[in-house]
T-cell receptor
C-alpha cells in the first residue's frame, strides 16, 4: 500500500522541547506531505517534499525524506502549546495523496 | 473568506435516508477531492475531480455513494440509503493540478451522524 504509517501514535512533551514524528511507506512516491489537524482549524497543510529532495525547512518545521528507506520525519523545534494537534503524513503520486493514521501530539505548558 | 466551504456542517439522519453534501472549492482550483474521516484515523480518499471530470473513485466506495461536479466549480456528494457505518466526517479539499504534486486546501467538513 502507498499509505504512510506514522510513529509514534501519540507523543506528549513539555513546551519548549522538540517533537519528532516519523512516517514510513511501502511504494514509490512522487511527493510526501505533512498536515496538521486540530479542532479549531481543521486540516492544514504544513510542508511538501518531493521525491528528489532530502530536506526542507519551514519556520520551526524540518522535514526529511529518505526514499531508499521509504521514510520521512517531521521535527518541530521549540514546541508551543498551540502545536497540540494530530499530524498526518500523506504520500502522493501525481494526482492524489493517501493519508496515514496520524500522530497525536500533546504539548504541555 | 476565499477558502473551501462545506455545507451543511452537521447532518443527523435516520438510517435508510439519503443525504447530500455540498463543497465549494477555492475558485481558481481545478481539482476537488472528497475524503471520509472517522475518529482516530486519517482522511480516507473517496474520489476526486479535475474540472468536471471524475477521474478516480475509491474501490472501497460503495455504489450508494455518488459525487458530481457539474460545472467544474462546486461539488456534491450524495449517500443513498444511509447506514450507521456511514457516520463520519466528510471532508472536501481543492488544489491546482501540478506534476510534482501540490498542497490541498481543506474545508471544515460535514459531520454525518446516522441514527
Amino acid at each position: 500500500s502507498q499509505q504512510g504509517e506514522e510513529d509514534p501514535q501519540a507523543l506528549s512533551i513539555q513546551e519548549g522541547e522538540n517533537a519528532t514524528m516519523n512516517c514510513s511507506y511501502k511504494t514509490s512516491i512522487n511527493n510526501l506531505q505533512w498536515y496538521r489537524q486540530n479542532s479549531g482549524r481543521g486540516l492544514v497543510h504544513l510542508i511538501l517534499i518531493r521525491s528528489n529532495e532530502r530536506e526542507k525547512h519551514s519556520g520551526r518545521l524540518r522535514v526529511t525524506l529518505d526514499t531508499s528507506k521509504k521514510s520521512s520525519s517531521l521535527l518541530i523545534t521549540a514546541s508551543r502549546a498551540a502545536d497540540t494537534a494530530s499530524y498526518f503524513c500523506a504520500t502522493g503520486n501525481y494526482d492524489k495523496v493517501i493519508f496515514g493514521p496520524g500522530t497525536s501530539l500533546s504539548v504541555i505548558p | 473568506d476565499t477558502g473551501v466551504s462545506q455545507n451543511p456542517r452537521h447532518k443527523i439522519t435516520k438510517r435508510g435516508q439519503n443525504v447530500t453534501f455540498r463543497c465549494d472549492p477555492i475558485s481558481e482550483h481545478n481539482r476537488l477531492y472528497w475524503y471520509r474521516q472517522t475518529l482516530g484515523q486519517g482522511p480516507e480518499f473517496l474520489t476526486y475531480f479535475q474540472n468536471e471530470a471524475q477521474l478516480e473513485k475509491s474501490r472501497l466506495l460503495s455504489d450508494r455513494f455518488s459525487a458530481e461536479r457539474p460545472k467544474g466549480s462546486f461539488s456534491t456528494l450524495e449517500i443513498q440509503r444511509t447506514e450507521q457505518g456511514d457516520s463520519a466526517m466528510y471532508l472536501c479539499a481543492s488544489s491546482l493540478a501540478a506534476p510534482g504534486g501540490v498542497e490541498q486546501y481543506f474545508g471544515p467538513g460535514t459531520r454525518l451522524t446516522v441514527t
